[in-house]
């Protein structure tokens, strides 16, 4: 039986955690629907004590889950559906069907966005009705700088890939929960990982043309445009952004890196040196040779206690004696060479090395990268970079060439780099749970797959160009069968035909990041468009309410809308006062005062307007806009506790001034139990009572 049980992990229940693990009770936190809460829904808090400058609500919920864990807080995704009283303490029954026990339990489940209860509002739900739109379920990776990540774990001022190929900083973050359908999109060529949206979420896609030509090389196709996922067909083409950049490095410089000195001959000094110790030159040239060199490296090599270590299979001592020039060239530094069976060791003892390479490129298969610089260099040193790959862990396949790779990292900018260099590279992936269905041998050894297995193919009428960059005539090449062409580069852009559609039930997280200057983001598959605020990108639009939430949407809102139209049910707001000042000197953003919403309007497929009634006149007129933003509340979470606690008429659970509920052993914290303050530090005080409370209880003091 768990000590003290905290429901939600928004401010309240984050405080309530740390105090409670501070004083040793272990609490377990269950997330609850809204992982995080309300703050994780907003941009930027000003009024919070110690932030002088502001701090954004997911941070500051990020911030005070890492000290809750600090001190000993557990954490599990769940939500409960009923309390029910037992002998020594309470038992909980979970979502997930799980039942849990505990002695105490605070809630602080907070209070979920309300919606006007309108039939029509249903209808456009994400087609222009919103909340606060977010769409990609939880772990759907997408191309971060650097490596491919969760949309759920980008954080923001990480830069993301957008659709014209340029890394943008993510300025914004949201979740919610979903139940329901969401779209599959298995595009041709990249298949590591389908696209899975929400059927509202936009994704960049050209028509084809009908019937022009068997072969997609002559497929005519009309102009790009933001298509919903859910509208998307199989005579769609998916867009892939292609970075265009070129960046040259000339140089790096090791002192730097690693953060070491430099004598006076300008080599390293290293921290720890032997009598033995060579000293390495502290400026190493970016050129191809260098480039080849960590192509070998991300592919044979692997980082040891002493050093790093290279293997090479038999026939490969041409790459052999290229790594031992290239170490003695650049590095000063010769290399040990071992023939150990049919294997060839290069062993390099340099400390500084060793340490240089990890630091760049990673320490285990599976985490291997290139720092995000890689990907703007010049193509030419980025085709030596492959070419190094290929050397290791390619291999030739009756119709192309292969590489293959553990690391997801390395899959996302490999496809970057040879988009670059104009191929078009086919992914796959194996899981190692399918890997490790059938028994695998290697060298008489069994082996067991820890990670995913990538397979990177280039095939077709891109072997041609593959086989001039490694130098190895593919023999594919001599039939003269013409090649089937499934995809092609114009311009900035992959084309990618859709190879499946699907539709998937989903229950959970649902995700969605904001981006600067363009709003859109990209994934193994597809670019997607943020389908919040920027959506409505030169737009008309309202927004519902009279609260801090509704200035605070409007103001967020004049970034894209070209007019914001507040809507309100009184003739003054109940905003505090500075957000009301904000709204009402900002020129795009208009006031109706007395009206209320009785209908939403629309052609079938989007909203159009909304029908409003003057409260003073009763008259009903019409209003055009594309989006309509509800801010009116938010409803406390508490249909499960019915029959169990006391509640108000509008479902606040009645607490006492120290966080003590009816029931003995059940404290409230938060907005769930606040209809008056509803402020992030009222919630973390309560949060703050509601533990203290709890450990007297439990300690048999009340
Ligand atoms: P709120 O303060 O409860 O405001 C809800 C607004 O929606 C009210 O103006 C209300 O009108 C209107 N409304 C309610 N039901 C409606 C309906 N069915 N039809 C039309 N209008 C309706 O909620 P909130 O703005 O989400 O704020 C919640 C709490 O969080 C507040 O305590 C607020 O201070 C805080 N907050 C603070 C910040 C910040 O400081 N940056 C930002 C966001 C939220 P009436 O006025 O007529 O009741």
């Given at each position: 039986m768990e000590n003290l049980i905290i429901l939600g992990t928004g401010i309240a229940g984050l405080t309530a955690a740390i105090y409670a693990a501070r004083a040793n009770l272990s609490p377990l936190l269950l997330s609850g629907r809204e992982d995080g809460g309300q703050l994780t829904l907003t941009t930027a808090v000003e009024n919070f004590p110690g932030f002088p400058n502001g701090v954004q609500g997911p941070e500051l919920i990020a911030v005070c889950k890492q000290q809750a864990e600090k001190f000993g807080a557990r954490f599990k995704v769940d939500a409960v559906t009923t309390v029910k009283k037992i002998s020594k303490g309470f038992e909980l029954q979970l979502e997930s069907g799980e039942k849990i026990q505990a002695k105490t339990i605070i809630i602080a489940t907070g209070a979920s966005a309300r919606w006007l209860g309108l039939e029509s509002e249903q209808k456009y739900?994400?087609?222009?009705?919103?909340?606060?739109?977010?769409?990609?379920?939880?772990?759907?990776?997408?191309?971060?700088?650097?490596?491919?990540?969760?949309i759920?774990?980008?954080?923001?001022?990480?830069?993301?890939?957008?659709?014209?190929?340029?890394?943008?900083?993510?300025?914004?973050?949201?979740?919610?929960?979903?139940?329901?359908?969401?779209?599959?999109?298995?595009?041709?060529?990249?298949?590591?990982?389908?696209?899975?949206?929400?059927?509202?979420?936009?994704?960049?896609?050209?028509?084809?043309?009908?019937?022009?030509?068997?072969?997609?090389?002559?497929?005519?196709?009309?102009?790009?445009?933001?298509?919903?996922?859910?509208?998307?067909?199989?005579?769609?083409?998916?867009?892939?952004?292609i970075v265009s950049k070129?960046?040259?490095?000339?140089?790096?410089?090791?002192?730097?890196?690693?953060?070491?000195?430099?004598?006076?001959?300008?080599?390293?000094?290293?921290?720890?040196?032997?009598?033995?110790?060579?000293?390495?030159?502290?400026?190493?040239?970016?050129?191809?040779d260098f480039m080849r060199l960590i192509g070998y490296f991300l592919a044979e090599g692997s980082i040891t206690p002493r050093g790093i270590n290279f293997y090479f299979g038999p026939k490969d001592k041409e790459y052999v004696d290229d790594t031992i020039r290239i170490f003695k060239t650049f590095f000063d530094y010769d290399v040990a060479v071992k023939q150990e069976g049919s294997v060839w060791r290069i062993e390099c003892y340099a400390g500084i090395l060793r340490d240089l390479f990890q630091k760049l490129f990673g320490?285990?298969?599976?985490?291997?990268?290139?720092p995000h610089w890689f990907v703007y260099l010049p193509v030419d040193k980025q085709a030596e970079l492959v070419k190094g790959y290929y050397r290791g862990d390619g291999g030739i396949k009756p119709e192309g060439f292969s590489l293959v790779t553990n690391s997801p990292k390395l899959v996302a900018q490999f496809k970057t780099i040879l988009l670059r260099l104009g191929i078009i590279v086919g992914i796959s992936r194996r899981s190692k749970d399918v890997l490790n269905k059938t028994k695998n041998v290697f060298n008489g050894r069994e082996i067991k797959f820890k990670h995913d297995r990538y397979e990177l193919e280039i095939g077709g009428s891109y072997l041609r160009l593959a086989s001039d960059m490694f130098g190895v005539e593919h023999p594919h090449l001599k039939n003269k069968k013409r090649n089937n062409e499934f995809a092609w580069i114009k311009g900035n852009y992959a084309y990618l035909p859709i190879r499946r559609l699907e539709t998937v039930d989903y229950d959970g997280e649902v995700h969605n990041i904001a981006v600067e200057n363009n709003n859109t983001y990209v994934t193994a598959g597809a670019i997607v468009h943020n389908c919040d605020g920027a959506f409505f990108k030169n737009k008309e639009v309202i927004v519902i309410g009279g609260g801090d939430s509704a200035m605070e949407e409007s103001l967020f809102l004049t970034k894209f809308a070209s007019k914001i139209t507040i809507i309100h049910r009184r003739d003054s707001f109940r905003a505090s006062k500075i957000m009301q000042e904000r709204v009402f000197k900002h020129e795009k953003i208009k006031v109706l005062w007395n009206k209320e919403i009785i209908d939403v309007?629309?052609?079938?497929?989007?909203?159009?307007?909304?029908?409003?009634?003057?409260?003073?006149?009763?008259?009903?007129?019409?209003?055009?806009?594309?989006?309509?933003?509800?801010?009116?509340?938010?409803?406390?979470?508490?249909?499960?506790?019915?029959?169990?606690?006391?509640?108000?008429?509008?479902?606040?659970?009645?607490?006492?001034?120290?966080?003590?509920?009816?029931?003995?052993?059940?404290?409230?914290?938060?907005?769930?139990?606040?209809?008056?303050?509803?402020?992030?530090?009222?919630?973390?005080?309560?949060?703050?009572?509601?533990?203290?409370?709890?450990?007297?209880?439990?300690?048999?003091?009340?």
């Open positions: 739900k994400g087609r222009g009705v919103t909340t606060c739109a977010t769409c990609l379920p939880t772990g759907s990776t997408i191309v971060a700088n650097n490596a491919p990540k969760a759920d774990k980008i954080e923001e001022g990480e830069q993301v890939l957008t659709y014209d190929g340029t890394f943008q900083k993510v300025v914004g973050k949201g979740s919610r929960p979903f139940k329901g359908k969401l779209v599959k999109i298995i595009p041709r060529y990249f298949r590591e990982e389908p696209t899975l949206l929400t059927p509202e979420h936009p994704v960049y896609a050209a028509k084809m043309k009908r019937g022009v030509g068997a072969n997609y090389r002559d497929m005519k196709w009309e102009e790009p445009q933001w298509v919903p996922a859910g509208e998307l067909r199989k005579d769609h083409i998916l867009l892939y952004p070129t960046i040259d490095v000339v140089n790096i410089k090791i002192a730097d890196i690693l953060k070491l000195d430099v004598d006076e001959k300008g080599y390293i000094k290293n921290n720890y040196e032997t009598y033995t110790a060579r000293r390495i030159p502290n400026i190493v040239p970016i050129n191809r320490k285990y298969s599976y985490g291997k990268s290139l309007l629309g052609n079938g497929k989007i909203v159009t307007g909304v029908k409003l009634k003057d409260i003073v006149t009763g008259k009903t007129t019409d209003f055009s806009c594309h989006g309509v933003f509800l801010a009116i509340g938010h409803v406390p979470n508490t249909s499960f506790l019915h029959g169990m606690l006391e509640m108000d008429e509008l479902g606040y659970l009645k607490a006492d001034a120290w966080t003590h509920t009816k029931v003995p052993g059940i404290f409230a914290a938060g907005d769930v139990q606040d209809r008056r303050f509803r402020q992030a530090i009222t919630a973390a005080g309560s949060g703050c009572m509601a533990a203290m409370e709890a450990e007297k209880y439990l300690a048999g003091m009340e």
